[in-house]
């Protein structure tokens, strides 16, 4: 009896393989699905914060003129949450220390903070906010 045709392809080296394109399709469908929906687009609030979580990751959505942000929730200089913070223009205000952080990037806008936090790519589609988190 012979060997079934997928039984044929995975038997080839991985180099091979990757010649017949299915390890490079593979790759490109996990590249493009790593979009998480966090949060309903009604659920934010002009002017105001609020966190999100996702596999251990702590994160702040804000929205300010219709654009919505997403960095980390966690102030670089203080044990505190951003998402509780105020919003001014494009920058958040930490509760704690008034550090500024710019919404845009996560970089920071005013001491005493001196680390950035880290910003997240955000989507919206159909009501819903997605961050690409991988």
């Not at 654009?67 to 980390?72: H, L, M």
């Not at 920058?91 to 910003?119: I, W, Y």
Request: proline share 4%; glycine share 12%; hydrophobic share 40%.
């Amino acid at each position: 009896m012979g060997a079934s045709p997928a039984g044929d392809f995975y038997s080839l080296p991985l180099r091979n393989r990757q010649q017949a394109g299915s390890y490079k399709k593979t790759q490109r469908k996990k590249a493009m699905s790593n979009w998480t929906d966090v949060a309903a687009e009604a659920d934010l609030f002009e002017g105001a914060g609020i966190a999100v979580a996702h596999e251990g990751q702590d994160i702040a959505l804000f929205i300010v003129d219709g654009e919505v942000f997403a960095i980390n929730n966690l102030c670089t200089h203080g044990n505190a949450k951003l998402c509780d913070g105020f919003v001014e223009g494009h920058n958040v205000e930490c509760p704690f220390h008034q550090a500024q952080f710019s919404l845009r990037d996560g970089s920071v806008a005013c001491g005493p903070a001196t680390e950035p936090v880290k910003s997240w790519p955000v989507k919206m589609e159909g009501g819903r906010v997605f961050l690409q988190l991988g």
